[in-house]
């Protein structure tokens, strides 16, 4: 019995002094109370030294009478309290140290049982470098959005004052070019029999030269609003807005042999009327550059990305394009062929690739000469909202639209199989780039 009992005090020992040795080398401040009365009854070295009191200065006096702690417990009142809670934490508490200083601390105490008695521990973390570090970092951040919202403020100054200017120019340059085709026309209806044919061929080219540099005014004007519209986006059927496009494309297809293969598109969430733009453009390009083909071949269809994305594909049989310059398909000014061959500014991929990138979502493309090409484009998966909104907006597909033939597996094959030079809208081959 006397050897348990040995055992048994030689193992509280060891135990009190891993305990005594954890209390000492701590580096968090450590406070033991008596449970029933508040008085300090130890306290770690830590502490000591992060309150600049000495340990006489704390054992033994009531913990509300002590100065860095009288907003934990003022009184009496309150020390009950957290008797009878047995926990209280403070996230940010303020202490002053004996020599003025002021400090944050995150405070922690629990009443736990120690032998025959209670006893409450309280733990104090001294976190004075990091609200610091946090006051900075709100206080950078408020500078930041300062600076921030004045950039903005600027930049919206400086898009005013640009647009301003390119409708002044856009003015300036028009009425000369005005001038130009009137002048022209007098002079081929009072005087055209007496010019030789290559007098009235340099006034037909004069013509023409001024027809197109109006269109490229009117397209580098809308270039440049795409930038800075304001979206406005709700739920778009893109059937819709295929039938709609091809309406518009009448006259130039009315005489044409074209196969349309259209698979049933879903509604998306976005710039109806930008949107709208970017089809049109689209269609009107491989309506352009199948202008050989007999019959030309369209087709327009829907995939889901790997990202849950949605992907329309537009693809023709046509003129195609040289993958080794697909990298200039989508740039203001940008051709493939020359202007005698396919007409066009080559600015309309350019406003496309403007419109999908505003709406967070990305273009590319696949073609091969004389073997038509594939232009996509692909907008974000809807959020929740988005989703609901569309489900209850959207309307049915038509039965039996089918899928579309051919489509899916890969680009490349598809142009492999399909006749055709092709050139897209916006893209000019070094070698043969001409002049407006």
Request: hydrophobic share 35%; with cysteine.
């Amino acid at each position: 019995m006397n050897l348990i009992e040995t055992r048994t005090e030689q193992a509280l020992r060891s135990s009190e002094q891993s305990y005594r040795r954890l209390f000492e080398a701590a580096k968090d401040g450590i406070l033991i109370l008596e449970a029933d009365t508040g008085r300090i009854n130890d306290v770690n070295p830590f502490l000591i030294e992060m309150l600049g009191f000495s340990h006489a200065e704390l054992a033994g006096t009531p913990i509300w009478e002590l100065g860095p702690f009288r907003d934990i417990v003022s009184n009496k009142e309150k020390f009950n309290q957290l008797q009878q809670k047995g926990y209280v934490r403070y996230e940010n508490l303020p202490l002053e140290t004996k020599d003025g200083r002021k400090i944050a601390v995150e405070f922690v105490s629990n009443v736990y049982q120690a032998g025959d008695c209670n006893v409450i521990q309280c733990n104090v973390r001294d976190i004075t470098e990091r609200k610091l570090w946090e006051n900075e970092m709100r206080r950078l951040n408020v500078e930041l959005e300062e600076r921030v919202s004045e950039r903005t403020k600027q930049i919206q100054e400086i898009n005013a004052e640009l647009e301003g200017f390119s409708y002044s120019v856009a003015h300036d340059l028009r009425s000369p070019l005005r001038h130009i085709t009137g002048f022209v026309d007098v002079l081929q209806r009072d005087t055209g029999t007496s010019f030789s044919d290559d007098g009235r061929h340099a006034l037909t080219t004069i013509s023409q030269a001024a027809i197109r540099m109006e269109q490229l005014i009117d397209d580098l004007l809308a270039f440049a609003h795409l930038g800075c519209a304001e979206l406005n986006k709700s739920s778009v059927g893109l059937d819709e807005l295929v039938r709609e496009a091809r309406t518009d494309l009448e006259t130039e297809t009315k005489a044409r042999e074209i196969v349309w293969e259209i698979s049933p598109l879903p509604a998306v969430f976005a710039d109806r009327n930008l949107m709208r733009q970017a089809l049109v453009n689209l269609l009107s390009n491989a309506v352009k550059f199948s202008a050989a083909r007999t019959p030309a071949v369209i087709g327009i269809a829907c995939t889901t990305g790997s990202e849950g994305e949605t992907v329309i594909s537009i693809r023709d049989n046509g003129a195609g394009f040289d993958q080794r310059y697909v990298h200039k398909l989508f740039g203001v000014f940008q051709r493939l062929h020359s202007r005698d061959e396919f007409e066009g500014t080559g600015i309309g991929l350019a406003n496309v690739q403007r419109i999908i990138n505003r709406h967070g979502g990305r273009v590319w493309a696949e073609g091969v000469v004389n073997g038509g090409a594939t232009f996509c484009f692909s907008l974000p998966k809807q959020t929740e909202t988005a989703n609901a909104q569309l489900h209850d907006n959207s309307q049915e597909l038509p039965a039996g639209s089918g899928e579309l033939k051919g489509f899916g597996t890969s680009l490349h094959r598809i142009g492999s199989v399909l006749p055709g030079p092709r050139l897209a809208d916006g893209v000019v081959n070094p070698a043969q780039e001409t002049d407006i």
